[in-house]
């Protein structure tokens, strides 16, 4: 009798523990609260506290919170790249208390691979990397912290961000990319892999499965890219860097976002049109990585960069109608107010 009774109790058991096994992401494109150079005027008011207030009742029920800091974190000097065409070149400084907003917002992972990373040299990356220690947020992407490891819920996740960047782990070096993905892959439950790659603009919305250039710089294959990465072991995949939506994947039942657009872009961004559309795309796994479901939260910017509430679900719409149009073939299923579900 008590044989009989333990196979019951086991697999309550087993049924009570089921759902604890999964995470929820909550990802984010570009975020670049203010920036103090050239002059303070790109600031936010009072001093960028109320940026990210409407995102915090959605990014305090997740367990991950990703984004793309798109920019250094430095308040003293700091070598500043020389632009030759100021209309396409920034610089982009973001003070080192800004830190606070991001951990307010709950923000706990971020990617330090991007085009802007480096905009004052060798002393605005190892300030930025110094800060985000400092304050607790798990980051990847520099060339000297090219991955890291955390556990949450007990589940021990790798992450892993690249670009095609001065200073930035090399998004079109394959072999090493391998190598990294699958080293992760051997010592933790999930692994995050996030690229700042694609052309930028409008005109760039579409996936074209093929290299693209963005100013003569290679900015990798996007298409391609997701699934080497998640034959190497990936299961969640997180693209920035169009600066503008693109669509959603599945691929071996791991999630691929190709562009998650702008976020947070104060003060000197286009966020016009679909650049100012500012997808927070919800993302359920379970303990292997595979995906269960999502929902593509619809803000937008408004002023001059602050993320606000849509209730027209204008990053969704776009979102379903891209993933319609360029992989039909995909797996996924979006829904005009941003449900994301399995065929």
Same mark, same amino acid.
């Given at each position: 009798? /008590?044989?009989?009774? !333990?196979?019951?109790?086991?697999?309550?058991?087993?049924?009570?523990?089921?759902?604890?096994?999964?995470?929820?992401?909550?990802? $984010?494109?570009?975020? +670049?609260?203010?920036?103090?150079?050239?002059?303070?005027? @790109?600031?936010?008011?009072?001093?960028?506290?109320?940026?990210?207030?409407?995102?915090?009742?959605?990014?305090?029920? #997740?367990?991950?919170?990703?984004?793309? &800091?798109?920019?250094?974190? &430095?308040?003293?000097?700091?070598?500043?790249?020389?632009?030759?065409?100021?209309?396409?070149?920034?610089?982009?400084?973001?003070?080192?208390?800004?830190?606070?907003?991001?951990?307010?917002?709950?923000?706990?992972?971020?990617?330090?691979?991007?085009?802007?990373?480096?905009?004052?040299?060798? !002393?605005?990356?190892?300030?930025?990397?110094?800060?985000?220690?400092?304050?607790?947020?798990?980051?990847?992407?520099?060339?000297?912290?090219?991955?890291?490891?955390?556990?949450?819920?007990?589940?021990?996740?790798?992450?892993?961000?690249?670009?095609?960047?001065?200073? =930035?782990?090399? +998004?079109?070096?394959?072999?090493?990319?391998?190598?990294?993905?699958?080293?992760?892959? =051997?010592?933790?439950? $999930? !692994?995050?892999?996030?690229?700042?790659?694609?052309?930028?603009?409008?005109? @760039?919305?579409?996936?074209?499965?093929?290299?693209?250039?963005?100013?003569?710089?290679?900015?990798?294959?996007?298409?391609?890219?997701? /699934?080497?990465?998640?034959?190497?072991?990936?299961? $969640?995949?997180?693209?920035?860097?169009?600066? $503008?939506? /693109?669509?959603?994947?599945? @691929?071996?039942?791991?999630?691929?976002?190709?562009?998650?657009?702008?976020? #947070?872009?104060?003060?000197?961004?286009?966020?016009?049109?679909?650049?100012?559309? #500012?997808?927070?795309?919800?993302?359920?796994?379970?303990?292997?990585?595979?995906?269960? /479901?999502?929902?593509?939260?619809?803000?937008?910017?408004?002023?001059?960069?602050?993320?606000?509430?849509?209730?027209?679900?204008?990053?969704?719409?776009?979102?379903?109608?891209?993933?319609?149009?360029?992989?039909?073939?995909?797996?996924?299923?979006?829904? *005009? *107010?941003?449900?994301?579900?399995?065929?």
């Amino acid at each position: 009798m /008590r044989r009989l009774w !333990v196979l019951p109790w086991l697999l309550w058991a087993q049924a009570q523990q089921a759902p604890g096994r999964t995470l929820t992401i909550i990802a $984010v494109g570009d975020i +670049m609260l203010g920036s103090s150079y050239p002059n303070p005027s @790109y600031l936010p008011p009072n001093d960028g506290a109320d940026l990210l207030e409407q995102v915090k009742p959605l990014t305090q029920k #997740a367990d991950i919170v990703f984004g793309n &800091l798109e920019g250094c974190l &430095l308040t003293g000097e700091g070598p500043a790249k020389k632009c030759s065409d100021p209309k396409i070149c920034f610089a982009f400084k973001m003070p080192e208390h800004y830190v606070k907003h991001l951990k307010d917002a709950h923000f706990n992972l971020l990617s330090t691979a991007n085009n802007h990373v480096g905009d004052f040299g060798e !002393v605005g990356r190892r300030n930025t990397a110094q800060v985000l220690q400092k304050a607790g947020i798990h980051f990847a992407g520099l060339q000297e912290y090219p991955y890291t490891t955390f556990t949450v819920k007990n589940i021990k996740v790798g992450f892993v961000a690249v670009a095609p960047n001065p200073g =930035t782990v090399n +998004m079109n070096d394959y072999p090493k990319l391998r190598q990294i993905i699958k080293h992760l892959d =051997t010592t933790c439950d $999930v !692994v995050i892999f996030s690229f700042h790659g694609g052309a930028e603009g409008p005109a @760039y919305q579409h996936i074209t499965r093929k290299t693209e250039y963005f100013l003569g710089e290679n900015r990798g294959n996007p298409y391609e890219l997701a /699934r080497m990465a998640i034959d190497a072991g990936a299961d $969640v995949v997180l693209g920035h860097g169009p600066h $503008v939506p /693109r669509a959603v994947d599945l @691929y071996k039942g791991k999630f691929i976002a190709y562009s998650l657009g702008n976020f #947070a872009t104060y003060g000197q961004f286009n966020i016009s049109g679909p650049n100012g559309l #500012a997808p927070a795309v919800e993302v359920v796994v379970d303990e292997r990585g595979n995906f269960i /479901r999502g929902k593509v939260h619809s803000f937008k910017q408004i002023g001059r960069g602050k993320p606000v509430v849509d209730p027209s679900h204008g990053a969704a719409r776009l979102i379903a109608a891209l993933t319609q149009q360029d992989i039909p073939e995909s797996p996924l299923r979006v829904d *005009e *107010e941003g449900n994301i579900s399995i065929k």
